[in-house]
């Protein structure tokens, strides 16, 4: 079975420029999440999807940061206009089903470098 | 203050060392505790997860959660170069959501 794949492994930028980071989940997880690391700082909450619907953005730092997830299946993350604070490593889980504790499967993530 | 403090090491340890790595945490609706195991340019990898307070073992790994004194510990025993990695400790309130707060991550050395 595919694990979780994220698409581009790494990406450089300009600050202002647009960025779009793909997550393709474990296929039948119902759960993605979007999670963000940071240099030297600790795995952050981003947001999380139920199928197609937004459970949770309450970590989305602010509104140049678009999450989408057509259909349920694949998300994105785009970033617009791209800041310098936004460089760090974007990783996608995915976890299935709908119970108190579910283990969440992770990509191997994006690395977003803004210059 | 951060909701789950870790030590970021490094910790370098012989190989068949006992390794000890700890988190604590401040927000008392915790109720899972997971320890991840991250190499480098991978993504973590859950190595165990525990339900409340009490013990977990598998294989070489034992998980503690002790959440009177908010501290979750991950024991490795008999260690080996191949668990050379950052370890992740995270945490959960459950429920719907179940969205995860890390701590920092202890990046971890056993040399032969």
């Known amino acids: 079975e595919a694990g979780v794949t994220q698409f581009p492994s790494h990406s450089v930028i300009e600050k202002g420029q647009t960025v779009t980071l793909r997550c393709d989940p474990i296929?039948?997880?119902?759960?993605l999440y979007w999670y963000r690391r940071v240099m030297g700082k600790e795995i952050k909450f981003l947001l999380h999807f139920v199928k197609e619907s937004k459970q949770d953005e309450s970590g989305m730092p602010n509104n140049r940061f678009l999450a989408e997830r057509t259909g349920g299946t694949y998300s994105t993350l785009k970033v617009q206009p791209a800041e310098l604070e936004d460089s760090g490593v974007y990783f996608c889980a995915s976890s299935p089903g709908d119970f108190n504790y579910n283990e969440q499967f992770f990509g191997p993530g994006t690395r977003l470098t803004v210059l | 203050q951060k909701e789950v403090e870790q030590d970021p090491g490094p910790l370098s340890v012989p190989e068949g060392a006992i390794v000890s790595l700890n988190c604590t945490y401040s927000?008392?609706?915790?109720?899972?505790f997971m320890w991840y195991r991250q190499y480098s340019r991978k993504g973590p990898e859950l190595l165990m997860y525990?339900?409340?307070?009490g013990n977990k073992e598998d294989g070489r790994f034992t998980a503690q959660v002790d959440k009177s004194s908010k501290y979750i510990s991950l024991f490795i025993r008999d260690s080996q170069p191949s668990d050379s990695a950052t370890y992740l400790c995270a945490m959960s309130r459950g429920g719907g959501g179940n969205k995860l707060t890390f701590g920092t991550g202890t990046q971890l050395k056993v040399e032969l």
């Open positions: 927000n008392s609706a915790f109720q899972y």
């Open positions: 296929s039948g997880h119902d759960n």
């Open positions: 525990t339900y409340s307070s």
